[in-house]
């Protein structure tokens, strides 16, 4: 069975600061992984969404690779915001069956 | 432009009641789910629905059920409610499986 880990918990961070979100799975098989955010009492919203075949995306200030191999995946956030303050939620997929959700990063941007 | 919409938004039930929370989508997808949230344990799937008049068992499908009688609706309903099924419920929608999920804001359910 897929397990899906995500590490750090809680992660605090001062403005304009890089930052890195991990996502680690246990079945290498993969066929795709999705990184979502979720603010307070709302849903998920989609940001990447990368495929098995892919090392990489990238929209704005946000990347996320993929390592299948090491069974990893990490958000890159670049010159973060208070506005990029919410809950990171990564899901991967196996081949014929549904996304396996992690726990989530809690993620405050200081002003 | 309402993508994905849940009702209710809160509810409170007892012990033994019943409830159906209905999700509609108006982006033509095929696909759409049923999950709940509980805290530390990330999202977890109960039902899914594949198209108009299927629906298939997730990861914890026990004491709810689910009807895909229209493409745009999916429903979900608690026969008995128990204080376990206390938890937020969010529906989601897809093109296709492996495709982007479009979330719901969700049904924040609490079973006293």
């Known amino acids: 069975k897929q397990e899906v880990t995500q590490i750090p918990a809680a992660l605090s961070v001062p403005e304009g600061e890089n930052l890195v979100l991990n996502c680690s799975f246990t079945?290498?098989?993969?066929?795709?992984l999705q990184w979502f955010r979720q603010d307070p009492g709302k849903g998920l919203t989609s940001l990447l969404l990368?495929?098995?075949?892919?090392r990489e995306q990238t929209s704005g200030r946000l990347n996320a690779s993929l390592d299948k191999s090491s069974g990893r995946s990490t958000l890159y956030i670049a010159a973060s915001q208070p506005g990029d303050s919410a809950t990171y939620l990564c899901?991967?997929?196996?081949?014929?069956?549904?996304?396996?959700f992690g726990p989530g990063t809690r993620l405050s941007v200081l002003p | 432009n309402a993508g994905v919409t849940q009702t209710p938004k809160f509810r409170v039930l007892k012990t033994g009641q019943s409830m159906t929370l209905l999700c509609a989508q108006d982006?033509?997808?095929?696909?759409m789910y049923w999950y709940r949230q509980d805290p530390g344990m990330g999202l977890r799937l109960i039902h899914y629905?594949?198209?108009?008049?299927?629906?298939a068992k997730g990861e914890v499908p026990d004491g709810y059920n689910v009807s895909r009688l229209k493409k745009q609706n999916f429903l979900l309903g608690l026969e008995s409610a128990a204080p376990s099924q206390t938890s937020v419920y969010f529906c989601?929608?897809?093109?296709?499986?492996?495709?982007?999920?479009?979330f719901g804001a969700g049904t924040r359910l609490s079973v006293l």
């Open positions: 989601a929608s897809s093109y296709g499986q492996g495709k982007v999920q479009y």
């Open positions: 079945d290498s098989a993969i066929y795709n």
């Open positions: 990368i495929q098995s075949s892919q």
């Open positions: 899901a991967v997929l196996l081949y014929g069956q549904n996304f396996v």
């Open positions: 982006m033509n997808h095929e696909y």
């Open positions: 629905s594949v198209g108009e008049g299927t629906t």
